[in-house]
């Protein structure tokens, strides 16, 4: 006993001095850490050498360059690159494995924009079907993938396009550029939980940089870092001679141009033309203006009878279309005051036009100068010529040039060269037809003076100056797909990878994901998630993550749908089973026993679910009453526990194990044996089963004669001996002896009292025998006549409901 305790003693001292020393090392490993710590901060605090100062300044947009190594990083959108799936590579993942073929050591990480979302991963611990893969809980980390390139998109071309750093309405903000700073504030700024997080490929950051609209006609003025209305400027093969922006204009679908009033002498990359004019006071620089509504008649026939309207720009629908009063206050040619419902009430009719050519796009400014030329003098009754020049000095066509002239009062019409026409009014006009720049076309009128004075009219030139411009009309689409695991485990996460494209031909805008988080997964977020993608541009796909728990089995389907402005809209579902294993325990064995007799027990666990159930444990736990005596299928008993336990490594879904053990009664009572199964996941359950031991009066009682044979007259006692051989006490235990006629009854003796009855004996019962009791009972008679004679005992008691009998014989005989 003493050797006992010192060994224990000893075992004591040695762990107390092992943890001890183990402390110890932790205390001074962990100083060194803190020390080595505190140097790196102190030698990251100190600004390295030949390091410009950090930028803090109010972030802007970046103009975008044609040339890929001065590309600028992109604010709001992370690259849509054409990249195999198979080629993939998650950033900043302990736990993802790189695909092969893919270089690892290329990957970067990029600080994210300070309003970025992450969305956290959902994870209990539970890994045992997911090899190599431990999940970090609620992580804040973004996951780099490169964008897939094997869908069938329309090839698109970037390099038509206008870089335009993303507005608020693509869901992002332009204060990014500040984001992309390594200023401490930005690193610092809180990161909100989002449950969709976008995955960025390492050449995200500067993919989308788009080189900017070349000039096809003449020099675009500087851009001078203005914002580009993301809606309006995605196209396409865009061929336009020019792109003027303009503030005035809040419709984004609406063309944005400029006054060409409100632009600079060399807006144009040239001074405006001057010209010489050298002609007298009565020349005269004209604008478009509105044409007279003429007749085709020539002069000397009947002219219409329409009453001529002034020429001047009133009224008329040709008024309205080209005053240039008109043209020049608005030079879009739209009312930015007229809603669109005015608008449409107002023009009917089918769309017919189409663009004009090239020449024809951007500002058209014709000029027309017109001359009237008379004689120095004209006398009365002698044919005079009175000559009218029109130029054009513009840069662009005049078309549909008329020249309009009344005949002088005091004078008679005689002719006109080239052929002229003449009004409902008399006045006579000249269709000039069309004047290129620098060409100049006279005509003439022939008069008779009648009077004397000063003659003379006033001469009126108008034109038509015509301008087209093109814009491409395009489709955005939307697509979106979403990938995970077949199967789940119940309590485990599960990741969906989503890829939403634009195959169409426009800006898809606006563009969010909203899911409903179906029965059977779970988010912390809450049932709805809601995630805004922003704008995707043509042929591009964004690639995203949602991750969440799967909480309860059965089949999950799981829907997910992307929405853009204009109503576009896509939705994919999927369709997985988040499966899980099950116990059920069962014991089967006898409901009665008797002490001292064995009874075998059968337990059972089975796994009804979904799932294997791992690490199964079967107990069967015995009540005081019974004692183990044996097991089979390797289960041992544990005397601590008083149970038998059976172990398996792994149950499979849909199979059951058995086993079996025996136990012996030792106490009467009602008892209950119960099996208990555990395994992994909290995986429990448990049955008992009820068995009534009980006691039994096992009564032996034994009869013999002490003298045989005896003569006629002798005497001799029968012995007869009760015992209890049972686990049970015997009651009322009653004992009647039968003499037979050859002989005759004298007395008996025992534990209870006796008499005699004619050819009986009778004994008082024993009113309680108790187990391996005996108890010895003397029967004494007379041999009266010769023969074998046997005498007859019957034993009666409450545990016995049919008589023992047993006989002994004995020979009297004669001399």
Known sequence: MLKRKMSEFQKSVKRFTTRLLILAAIVVFGAIAIAQAKKQDELASKPPANVPPEFTGTASPIASTSDPSLAQAAFSEPAELDIPDSETQPVGQDYETAPTGFDTSSTESYD?????????????GYADDVPSYDPPEYSNELVALPDDAGDPLPAYDPSNDISTPADSDSGYSTDYAAALSSSPAAEAAPVRENPMRPSLAPEDVAGDQEPPLQNQGYDLPAANNATV??????????????????????DPYLPTTTNQDSLPADEYGQEPPQYDRGYDDYSNTTQPSLAPERSNSPVGQDPYTDTY????????????????????????GYDNNLSVENRSAQVTGRSTGRPGPANLEGPQTPSVTIEKLVPAEVQVGRPARFQIKVRNVGQVPAENVFVRDEIPEGTTFVDASPRANQDADGAIYWEVGTLNPGEESTVTMEVTPVKEGQLGSVATVSLEASATAKVLSTKPALTVEHTAAKTVLLGETVKFNIKISNPGTGVASQVTLEEDVPTGLYHSSGPKLEYEVGAIQPGKVRHLELVLKADKPGKVINRLVAKGEGNLIAEDTIELDVIAPELKV??????????????????????????PAKNVELVAKL?????????????????GRNAVIWSLTQLPAGEMGKAEFTAIPTQMGDFNVRAEGKAERELADAKEHAVTVEGIAALYFGLVDQVDPIEVGGETTYILTVENQGSKTASNVVFLAEVPPGMKPINGEGPTNSRVQGQQVLFEPIRSLSPKQKLIYKINVQGVQPGDQKLRVKMVSDDISTPVIKEESTRVYTD
């Not at 994210?112 to 209990?124: A, M």
């Not at 995605?234 to 204009?249: F, K, P, Q, V």
């Not at 009540?623 to 544990?638: C, I, K, M, Q, W």
């Open 112 to 124: 994210l924009p300070d309003n970025s979302y992450d969305l956290p991963d959902e994870s209990n």
């Open 229 to 250: 209305d993301p809606y309006t400027t995605e196209a396409a093969n865009t061929d336009y001679a020019g792109l003027l922006e303009s503030n005035e204009s809040s």
């Open 309 to 332: 309207s002034d020429t001047s720009a009133s009224s008329g629908t040709r008024s309205q279309l080209y005053d240039s009063s008109y043209s020049q206050s608005n030079s879009s």
């Open 586 to 611: 069962g014991i089967d064995g006898p409901n009665r026993r008797y002490l001292d007799r064995e009874a075998k027990f059968t337990v059972s666990v089975a796994n009804p679910g979904t799932a």
């Open 623 to 639: 009540p005081p009453g019974l004692r183990f005596v044996s097991t089979n299928n390797s289960g041992y008993f544990d005397q």
